[in-house]
C-alpha cells in the first residue's frame, strides 16, 4: 500500500516538475476535489520564483503547427508556386465565364485580386479556345432557319392572264394544283406529277377563266369566269356538276364556306350560293362600289374578309341576307386596291391585308374591335398573303419592282428571307395541304414551287383521317344539286 502511493506520489512530482509550477514537497500535496484545472492552495507561485504559474495545455493533436504554416505559407511562396497559382486563377475564370456564372459568386470568399493585362489575355485565350459550341450560339441557331431561296421546280404557264385582280391558281386538299391559263384550266397532281386539261373555253369568244377555288375538303372545283357564271367541277369524274348564275359582271374572287360558295364581281357585289339548294343565291353584302378582288372566309367560319379596288376591306359576319349593306368593321387605311387577304390560322380574329402599287403596306387588323395590331411597308406591290401556322409566319407576293416573295415572321414584322427568280409580277401564290410548298404563278408565264415552309415538327395528317375526309366529301359531292 506505501509502495504504490509513493509511486502515484512520485509520477505527480515528476510532471510537476517538467512543467516548472510546484517547489513543494510531495507528502503536503493534495488533489483537487471539484476542477481539475484549478491548482491547490499549498501549490501557489512564490515571489521569489522564477517560474510561471499558467496551465499549459497539450495542443499537439490540434494541429498548430500545420494551421500556422498554412497562414504564413503566402510569405514564403517561390516563384515556382506563384505561377502556378495564376495558372490556376485563370482556369478557374474560364470555368466561371464558360458555366454563365459570376466569380464572385462562385466561391463564399474572395482574397484574389483582378487579373493584370498578360493574365487577362491568357484567360481569353483559353476561352476563345474551350467556348465554341456554348449555349449563346445554340440560341442564334434556334432564332433563324435556313430557307432555301431558289425555287424546287419551274413550271411554263403559257398566256396566263397578265390581270392583278384575277385569282387564278388554287390547290386542293387531295394535293392537286389548280392552274388557270386565260381559256384553258389545268390541274396538275402533285403527288403522282402528272398534268392534265380539265376543260377549254371556245376559241372564238372572248371570254376567258376570272377565278378558280376548291372546296375545303374535296375534289370539287369552282371556276368562274367573265360570262358572269361560276360552274361547279367534279375533277375526277371530269364533268359540271351545276352552273351557278347570278352576277352581271365578271366574277374575279370566290372562297367556300363549308357548303356555301361566296362569290365578288366587277361592280362591287357580293353573293352567297348554297350549292345544296335549288334556289342557290341565299344572301348578298353590298358596299364596295369597284371590283371585288379577294375574299376569304375565317378558319372556323364565322366571319369574311372582302377587299376591293375602292381602296377598302371589309369585315363581315356569317348572317346570310339579300339586303345586307352594313359590315361589322370597315377597313380604310389602304391607299390603293386591297387584293392580298388572309387569316391567321392560329389566332383567328387576326386578318391581314396588302395593298396595291400606290399603297404597297400590309396591315395586321384585330376584327373584334377593327383596330389596326402592326403594319410593314413593303415598298412593292402586294398580290396575295398567306400563313404557316407550324412557323408563325407569312409570306407575301409582290409586284413592282422586285416581283419577289417575302417571309415575314410574326408578330414582330421582321423579314426573314427574300425569295426572287421571277422576271415579272406575281400574280398570285397558293399553298399546298401539308403546308410545305407554295406555289407562286407571275406574269413571266411561269409557276413556280418554293420549299419554303418544310418541317420536321409538322403535325402529319393520317392516312385513316385522310380516307375519310374524301369519302366524306365525295359523299358531299353528290349533294349538289
Same mark, same amino acid.
Given at each position: 500500500?506505501?509502495?504504490?502511493?509513493?509511486?502515484?506520489?512520485?509520477?505527480?512530482?515528476?510532471? *510537476?516538475?517538467?512543467?516548472?509550477?510546484?517547489?513543494?514537497?510531495?507528502?503536503?500535496?493534495?488533489?483537487?476535489?471539484?476542477?481539475?484545472?484549478?491548482?491547490?492552495?499549498?501549490?501557489?507561485?512564490?515571489?521569489?520564483?522564477?517560474?510561471?504559474?499558467?496551465? @499549459?495545455?497539450?495542443?499537439?493533436?490540434?494541429? @498548430?503547427?500545420?494551421?500556422?504554416?498554412?497562414?504564413?505559407?503566402?510569405?514564403?511562396?517561390?516563384?515556382?508556386?506563384?505561377?502556378?497559382?495564376?495558372?490556376?486563377?485563370?482556369?478557374?475564370?474560364?470555368?466561371?465565364?464558360?458555366?454563365? *456564372?459570376?466569380?464572385?459568386?462562385?466561391?463564399? *470568399? /474572395?482574397?484574389?485580386?483582378?487579373? $493584370?493585362?498578360?493574365?487577362?489575355?491568357?484567360?481569353?485565350?483559353?476561352?476563345?479556345?474551350?467556348?465554341?459550341?456554348?449555349?449563346?450560339?445554340?440560341?442564334? !441557331?434556334?432564332?433563324? +432557319?435556313?430557307?432555301?431561296?431558289?425555287?424546287?421546280?419551274?413550271?411554263?404557264?403559257?398566256?396566263?392572264?397578265?390581270?392583278?385582280?384575277?385569282?387564278?391558281?388554287?390547290?386542293?386538299?387531295?394535293?392537286?394544283?389548280?392552274?388557270?391559263?386565260? !381559256?384553258?384550266?389545268?390541274?396538275?397532281?402533285?403527288?403522282?406529277?402528272?398534268?392534265?386539261?380539265?376543260?377549254?373555253?371556245?376559241?372564238?369568244?372572248?371570254?376567258?377563266?376570272?377565278?378558280?377555288?376548291?372546296?375545303?375538303? %374535296?375534289?370539287?372545283?369552282?371556276?368562274?369566269?367573265?360570262?358572269?357564271?361560276?360552274?361547279?367541277?367534279?375533277?375526277?369524274?371530269?364533268?359540271?356538276?351545276?352552273? *351557278?348564275?347570278?352576277?352581271?359582271?365578271?366574277?374575279?374572287?370566290?372562297?367556300?364556306?363549308?357548303?356555301?360558295?361566296?362569290?365578288?364581281?366587277? $361592280?362591287?357585289?357580293?353573293?352567297?350560293?348554297?350549292?345544296?339548294?335549288?334556289?342557290?343565291?341565299?344572301? /348578298?353584302?353590298?358596299?364596295?362600289?369597284?371590283?371585288?378582288?379577294?375574299?376569304?372566309?375565317?378558319?372556323?367560319?364565322?366571319?369574311?374578309?372582302?377587299?376591293?379596288?375602292?381602296?377598302?376591306?371589309?369585315?363581315?359576319?356569317?348572317?346570310?341576307?339579300?339586303?345586307?349593306?352594313?359590315?361589322?368593321?370597315?377597313?380604310?387605311?389602304?391607299?390603293?386596291?386591297?387584293?392580298?387577304?388572309?387569316?391567321?390560322?392560329?389566332?383567328?380574329?387576326?386578318?391581314?391585308? %396588302? %395593298?396595291?402599287?400606290?399603297?404597297?403596306?400590309?396591315?395586321?387588323?384585330?376584327?373584334?374591335?377593327?383596330?389596326?395590331?402592326?403594319?410593314?411597308?413593303?415598298?412593292?406591290?402586294?398580290?396575295? @398573303?398567306?400563313?404557316?401556322?407550324?412557323?408563325?409566319?407569312?409570306?407575301?407576293?409582290?409586284?413592282?419592282?422586285?416581283?419577289?416573295?417575302? @417571309?415575314?415572321?410574326?408578330?414582330?414584322?421582321?423579314?426573314?428571307?427574300?425569295?426572287?427568280?421571277?422576271?415579272?409580277?406575281?400574280?398570285?401564290?397558293?399553298?399546298?395541304?401539308?403546308?410545305?410548298?407554295?406555289?407562286?404563278?407571275?406574269?413571266?408565264?411561269?409557276?413556280?414551287?418554293?420549299?419554303?415552309?418544310?418541317?420536321?415538327?409538322?403535325?402529319?395528317?393520317?392516312?385513316?383521317?385522310?380516307?375519310?375526309?374524301?369519302?366524306?366529301?365525295?359523299?358531299?359531292?353528290?349533294?349538289? +344539286?
Amino acid at each position: 500500500m506505501d509502495k504504490i502511493s509513493k509511486s502515484r506520489i512520485g509520477s505527480s512530482q515528476n510532471d *510537476l516538475r517538467t512543467l516548472g509550477t510546484l517547489n513543494t514537497k510531495p507528502n503536503k500535496l493534495k488533489t483537487p476535489n471539484k476542477t481539475p484545472l484549478k491548482l491547490p492552495s499549498s501549490c501557489k507561485k512564490t515571489t521569489n520564483s522564477k517560474t510561471n504559474d499558467r496551465y @499549459i495545455p497539450n495542443r499537439t493533436d490540434n494541429g @498548430i503547427e500545420l494551421s500556422y504554416h498554412l497562414m504564413s505559407r503566402e510569405n514564403i511562396e517561390n516563384e515556382h508556386q506563384k505561377d502556378n497559382k495564376r495558372i490556376d486563377t485563370a482556369k478557374r475564370k474560364l470555368l466561371c465565364e464558360i458555366s454563365q *456564372l459570376n466569380e464572385k459568386e462562385s466561391k463564399i *470568399l /474572395n482574397f484574389n485580386s483582378k487579373l $493584370n493585362d498578360s493574365e487577362q489575355s491568357f484567360a481569353e485565350n483559353l476561352k476563345l479556345l474551350y467556348s465554341a459550341g456554348s449555349s449563346s450560339n445554340s440560341v442564334k !441557331k434556334s432564332t433563324y +432557319r435556313h430557307v432555301i431561296n431558289a425555287p424546287e421546280k419551274i413550271l411554263d404557264a403559257p398566256d396566263i392572264k397578265d390581270d392583278f385582280y384575277l385569282n387564278l391558281i388554287d390547290w386542293s386538299s387531295n394535293n392537286c394544283l389548280a392552274v388557270a391559263l386565260n !381559256k384553258d384550266l389545268y390541274i396538275w397532281n402533285a403527288t403522282t406529277k402528272e398534268i392534265s386539261q380539265l376543260f377549254s373555253m371556245d376559241e372564238n369568244t372572248p371570254d376567258y377563266i376570272t377565278s378558280v377555288s376548291w372546296i375545303q375538303k %374535296g375534289n370539287v372545283l369552282a371556276i368562274a369566269n367573265s360570262k358572269h357564271m361560276t360552274q361547279l367541277w367534279d375533277v375526277n369524274k371530269n364533268c359540271v356538276i351545276r352552273t *351557278l348564275k347570278s352576277h352581271s359582271s365578271r366574277v374575279a374572287s370566290l372562297s367556300w364556306n363549308s357548303h356555301v360558295l361566296t362569290s365578288g364581281s366587277r $361592280n362591287g357585289e357580293i353573293h352567297h350560293h348554297d350549292v345544296r339548294l335549288a334556289k342557290h343565291h341565299i344572301g /348578298n353584302s353590298k358596299f364596295h362600289n369597284q371590283e371585288v378582288c379577294g375574299l376569304k372566309w375565317s378558319p372556323e367560319g364565322r366571319y369574311l374578309v372582302s377587299g376591293a379596288n375602292d381602296n377598302l376591306a371589309c369585315i363581315w359576319d356569317n348572317n346570310y341576307s339579300l339586303d345586307c349593306t352594313t359590315p361589322l368593321h370597315v377597313l380604310r387605311e389602304h391607299t390603293a386596291a386591297v387584293k392580298a387577304v388572309s387569316w391567321c390560322p392560329w389566332q383567328t380574329n387576326i386578318v391581314s391585308t %396588302g %395593298g396595291g402599287t400606290a399603297d404597297g403596306k400590309i396591315y395586321m387588323w384585330n376584327v373584334y374591335n377593327g383596330n389596326v395590331i402592326q403594319s410593314v411597308d413593303t415598298k412593292s406591290q402586294v398580290s396575295s @398573303i398567306l400563313w404557316s401556322k407550324y412557323h408563325k409566319e407569312f409570306i407575301s407576293s409582290h409586284g413592282y419592282e422586285n416581283n419577289q416573295l417575302i @417571309i415575314w415572321k410574326y408578330s414582330d414584322m421582321s423579314k426573314v428571307v427574300e425569295l426572287t427568280g421571277h422576271t415579272n409580277r406575281v400574280l398570285k401564290m397558293a399553298i399546298s395541304p401539308d403546308e410545305d410548298t407554295v406555289a407562286s404563278i407571275g406574269a413571266d408565264e411561269t409557276l413556280r414551287l418554293w420549299k419554303c415552309f418544310a418541317s420536321d415538327e409538322r403535325k402529319k395528317r393520317t392516312k385513316d383521317s385522310s380516307l375519310c375526309d374524301s369519302k366524306s366529301q365525295s359523299s358531299f359531292s353528290r349533294c349538289i +344539286r
